[in-house]
């Protein structure tokens, strides 16, 4: 597809079970980003990649959280030992500049993760 | 942590009407863009002004930028019930940092 594709749309998971989202991004597009929205809030930060580079990590909220993009296209975000505040939709983006997302970023449609 | 601070939290108006939404941020920014998000989807991109923009217009939609106020409102012309959605307006800093995006304005447009 043209898209930003994420999987799997919804997640449930019990408490304590690591989890792993996919993002793939346009095609050709350098930039790619993790962001975390909360119910009835607006999307965090939390990671940022040029191609396979993470230049930005600073959003991670804790060590359980792990981002990779090996070979600069598909990226995946690791939660291990989940808590039920980790339950958010978690939003991937991409762009094409090189620079850090001050241009128009395309999104997913979003992995919703519900800790039990 | 959340830059922008859009008001209202949430709008209700008749379909035919305007809507205005505004937002506040605190530093200075290289530009700012509004998001729009249907309920239970990603995220969209609507419109970008830059810092150096007081006004630009995409179809229905009017922003406008106020550096020295900071602050931004999007104006959606003759609403319609489609337009019922969330949004977001997003600054990038200085020195291009990632987008932050403000709470959000929950708009219900209605027929």
């Known amino acids: 597809g043209a898209g930003v594709s994420q999987s799997p749309r919804y997640k449930v998971a019990k408490r304590g079970q690591d989890v792993a989202l996919r993002c793939d991004p346009i095609s050709g597009h350098v930039s790619l980003f993790w962001y975390q929205q909360a119910l009835g809030q607006g999307p965090e930060f939390l990671t940022y990649f040029q191609n396979e580079a993470q230049l930005d990590k600073s959003g991670l909220p804790s060590d359980r959280f792990f981002a990779e993009r090996p070979e600069g296209s598909v990226s995946t975000l690791k939660i291990q030992r989940t808590q039920q505040e980790d339950s958010a939709v978690y939003l991937c983006?991409?762009?094409?500049?090189?620079?850090?997302?001050?241009?128009?970023?395309?999104f997913g449609e979003g992995s919703r993760l519900t800790v039990l | 942590s959340q830059q922008g601070e859009e008001d209202p939290q949430a709008l209700s108006i008749q379909e035919g009407e305007n809507a205005t939404m505004n937002c506040s941020y605190k530093t200075s920014i290289n530009n700012l863009q509004w998001y729009r998000q249907n309920s239970g989807r990603g995220l969209v991109h609507l419109i970008l002004i830059r810092s150096n923009e007081r006004e630009k217009h995409s179809g229905r939609l009017r922003v406008t930028l106020d550096t020295s106020k900071k602050s931004s409102s999007l104006l959606i012309t003759a609403s319609r019930a489609a337009d019922t959605a969330s949004y977001f307006c997003a600054t990038v800093h200085s020195g291009n940092t990632p987008l932050v995006f403000g709470k959000g304005t929950r708009l219900s447009v209605i027929a």
């Open positions: 983006a991409s762009s094409f500049p090189r620079d850090s997302g001050t241009g128009e970023l395309f």
